[in-house]
Nanobody, 115 residues
Framework: QVQLVESGGDSVQSGGSRRLSCAAS????????MSWYRQAPGKERELVAR???????SYAEFVKGRFTVSRDNLRMTVDLEMTTLNPEDTAVYYC?????????WGKGTLVIVSS
């Protein structure tokens, strides 16, 4: 089955850290760029970070220096290490890729940052 499954969301105190993971299955993971998006309550979904097949990483300005994206092609996972979290980081975090010319989204994992 072609799918992405996120995990790791939880409630965390402001200033804390959290690691999210996305497990892929059903497609050739190593040949696909992978991204993390997030959607805060009442806001549009936005790109957080991307890692391409060669391992090149890019980040939204609002997470630069705080978040790190990584991938493990053997385990078929892409992780998002989040540090120095603040309440504005509260959102559902989604894993994304384009597979077989279609958008593939996970169901998301919720991160709540309390002050």
């Amino acid at each position: 089955q072609v799918q992405l499954v996120e995990s790791g969301g939880d409630s965390v105190q402001s200033g804390g850290s959290r690691r999210l993971s996305c497990a892929a299955s059903g497609f050739a993971f190593e040949w696909h760029d992978m991204s993390w998006y997030r959607q805060a309550p009442g806001k549009e979904r936005e790109l957080v970070a991307r890692i391409n097949t060669g391992g090149r990483k890019s980040y939204a300005e609002f997470v630069k220096g705080r978040f790190t994206v990584s991938r493990d092609n053997l385990r078929m996972t892409v992780d998002l290490e989040m540090t120095t979290l603040n309440p504005e980081d509260t959102a559902v975090y989604y894993c994304y890729s384009t597979v077989y010319d279609s958008d593939l989204w996970g169901k998301g994992t919720l991160v709540i940052v309390s002050s």
